[in-house]
């Protein structure tokens, strides 16, 4: 049995609590040249926080800046630092903190520590929209909740199935072709807790915490399923181990893996007889944003977000996972939709 989980997560330091020793000699030069041209305090404290906000995404999380290294910022490396920053912050947080590195980065070239162009010209000075599909409230997921359990015929109507759906995509945040390829095996135990072992996009893996209460509603899940397919498992008492690992986690009407265009018709249904609107095509990615939106709004830093969603970056970051598990399993955890999602079955 694994050991109960501390769900503290990690004090954070402000930017108001960091001292100068705190950033890196290089910046302090910068800032002191900002004192000698007479930026006022209100300036130099804005300075600093956008400061800090990009060069903590740069530098993985972690909160000792003063080891950042001049190497380390790079295009690649401020695009995508400013491409979480976008994602949390109004434009004219942005195009604020644009122009506080677009300073630096002029500065540092100047002065001999850059000796090529600006890397800020690649990033976009207004704060790009977004296009994500809408997220939906709490209400609305236990409106999904309460129209699975309306229609109870399985395979064809399967409360179970869609519950489970809901709970994986609103509590992991997985895109749709990874739901797809979850097998029961992606199901792992690990001595904070259990973790959804996940094969994302480029091949690249991830391993994202959840709590005891989505396992709940897997292992109903698959109890119903061993109930629909009688001939598909073993006898044995846990309902995870009644199904070889190599099984598929979820399931069409015919026992084989659900296909896309099964789980699409088999959600589109769901939200129809719940009555709740989303764009068509993008279902399974609301959930997906649900999840993004719901956890940063519990005030999750970008790298967590980052390396719980899978982007692009996540292959730099998820070294840090073994070491900052317990980070993002605190951060997974204040997810309020596990409380929306606990429906007695």
Same mark, same amino acid.
């Given at each position: 049995?694994?050991?109960?989980?501390?769900?503290?997560?990690?004090?954070?330091?402000?930017?108001?609590?960091?001292?100068?020793?705190?950033?890196?000699?290089?910046?302090?030069?910068?800032?002191?040249?900002?004192?000698?041209?007479?930026?006022?305090?209100?300036?130099?404290?804005?300075?600093?926080?956008?400061?800090?906000?990009?060069?903590?995404?740069?530098?993985?999380?972690?909160?000792?800046?003063?080891?950042?290294?001049?190497?380390?910022?790079?295009?690649?490396?401020?695009?995508?630092?400013?491409?979480?920053?976008?994602?949390?912050?109004?434009?004219?947080?942005?195009?604020?903190?644009?122009?506080?590195?677009?300073?630096?980065?002029?500065?540092?070239?100047?002065?001999?520590?850059?000796?090529?162009?600006?890397?800020?010209?690649?990033?976009?000075?207004?704060?790009?929209?977004?296009?994500?599909?809408?997220?939906?409230?709490?209400?609305?997921?236990?409106?999904?909740?309460?129209?699975?359990?309306?229609?109870?015929?399985?395979?064809?109507?399967?409360?179970?199935?869609?519950?489970?759906?809901?709970?994986?995509?609103?509590?992991?945040?997985?895109?749709?072709?990874?739901?797809?390829?979850?097998?029961?095996?992606?199901?792992?135990?690990?001595?904070?807790?259990?973790?959804?072992?996940?094969?994302?996009?480029?091949?690249?893996?991830?391993?994202?915490?959840?709590?005891?209460?989505?396992?709940? +509603?897997?292992?109903?899940? #698959?109890? /119903? %399923?061993?109930?629909?397919?009688?001939? *598909?498992? !073993?006898?044995?008492?846990?309902?995870?181990?009644?199904?070889?690992?190599?099984?598929?986690?979820?399931?069409?009407?015919?026992?084989?893996? +659900?296909?896309?265009?099964? #789980?699409? /018709? %088999?959600?589109?249904?769901?939200?129809? *007889?719940? !009555?709740?609107?989303?764009?068509?095509?993008?279902?399974?990615?609301?959930?997906?944003?649900?999840?993004?939106?719901?956890?940063?709004?519990?005030?999750?830093?970008?790298?967590?977000?980052?390396?719980?969603?899978?982007?692009?970056?996540?292959?730099?970051?998820?070294?840090?996972?073994?070491?900052?598990?317990?980070?993002?399993?605190?951060?997974?955890?204040?997810?309020?939709?596990?409380?929306?999602?606990?429906?007695?079955?």
């Amino acid at each position: 049995m694994s050991e109960p989980c501390d769900m503290t997560e990690p004090r954070r330091v402000p930017s108001t609590e960091r001292r100068d020793t705190d950033r890196p000699e290089w910046f302090e030069e910068f800032m002191q040249s900002r004192t000698r041209m007479g930026r006022s305090p209100h300036t130099l404290r804005a300075l600093r926080q956008d400061f800090d906000a990009i060069a903590t995404a740069i530098f993985g999380g972690s909160d000792d800046l003063s080891v950042l290294e001049i190497r380390q910022v790079t295009k690649r490396s401020i695009q995508r630092a400013f491409s979480d920053y976008a994602d949390t912050h109004r434009s004219n947080s942005y195009l604020r903190c644009w122009s506080t590195w677009n300073q630096l980065c002029d500065w540092l070239i100047d002065n001999d520590y850059l000796n090529r162009i600006n890397p800020m010209r690649t990033v976009e000075r207004r704060r790009p929209e977004r296009h994500h599909p809408k997220s939906l409230t709490a209400e609305e997921i236990g409106k999904l909740i309460d129209a699975a359990w309306q229609e109870n015929n399985p395979p064809r109507s399967w409360p179970e199935l869609e519950h489970a759906v809901v709970a994986v995509g609103v509590l992991t945040g997985v895109r749709e072709a990874e739901l797809i390829s979850l097998n029961i095996n992606s199901i792992r135990h690990t001595e904070q807790g259990p973790v959804l072992h996940v094969r994302g996009k480029g091949s690249k893996d991830r391993s994202i915490p959840f709590e005891p209460e989505l396992l709940t +509603i897997i292992e109903t899940y #698959l109890h /119903s %399923r061993t109930q629909v397919f009688r001939t *598909r498992s !073993s006898a044995r008492r846990d309902a995870i181990d009644r199904f070889p690992p190599d099984d598929p986690l979820f399931v069409g009407a015919d026992g084989e893996r +659900i296909t896309v265009g099964t #789980l699409q /018709s %088999r959600i589109g249904r769901l939200f129809k *007889r719940a !009555s709740v609107p989303t764009k068509p095509g993008a279902l399974l990615h609301s959930l997906r944003h649900t999840y993004a939106t719901v956890l940063a709004d519990t005030g999750i830093n970008p790298y967590q977000l980052r390396t719980l969603l899978g982007h692009e970056s996540a292959e730099t970051s998820q070294r840090y996972i073994a070491a900052a598990g317990q980070e993002n399993r605190g951060a997974a955890a204040r997810n309020p939709l596990y409380a929306q999602l606990d429906r007695p079955v």
